[in-house]
């Protein structure tokens, strides 16, 4: 009995550590995933602004 408790509590703590290393390697991209947005909205304006000067 002993026995699968520790195992329950070890299945239950490698997934805790996976679920936190998934979240924070989300949270690191996601302000790259902004950055890169941005440079994509400044180049699709130029282009307009360069579409509407011809």
Known sequence: MLQNLMVAALIVIVLWVLILGIYLVVVRRQG?????????????????????QR
């Open 32 to 52: 790259d995933v902004a950055a890169q947005m941005k440079a994509l909205e400044a180049q699709l304006d130029q282009a307009e602004r360069e579409a509407e």
